[in-house]
């Protein structure tokens, strides 16, 4: 029993393969894509939740329109997996972001896929 406890654990949490430069790069761009999503999709969801709220309780019928066409929007994008709202959102990516990799071209898929959770 040549090992101390210091040595086993030293030799256990040694990774000599990791780049902790490519790991903090990849926190910072976590934390971003974090950032920036719950901002925008909180203020989105809001934003249709108010206007939803809103229509629902007016006699209107254009109100009544708006609210079964914006109330359908959202129980549908509530409804699409992740992994296909990303694949259906690479053409507006695109369009707006001139880019559909990397973390700012993630931001569009996690707006529109949590905002209408903040919505309802």
């Known amino acids: 029993m040549g090992n101390s406890l210091s040595d086993i654990l030293r030799e256990m949490f040694t990774m000599p ?69 990303i694949l259906l959102l690479i053409p507006f990516t695109s369009l707006v972001l001139g880019t559909i990799s990397g973390p700012t071209g993630a931001l569009p898929a996690l707006i529109i896929s949590a905002a209408p959770f903040y919505a309802r």
């Open 17 to 85: 393969n990791v780049s902790w430069e490519e790991v903090w790069v990849a926190t910072y761009e976590t934390i971003y894509m974090t950032v920036i999503a719950t901002i925008f999709a909180f203020v989105l969801g809001i934003i249709l939740g108010v206007l939803l709220f809103l229509s629902a309780k007016s006699k209107s019928p254009v109100a009544r329109v708006f609210y079964s066409i914006v109330s359908f929007i959202v129980n549908l994008f509530r409804a699409i997996p992740f992994i296909i709202l």
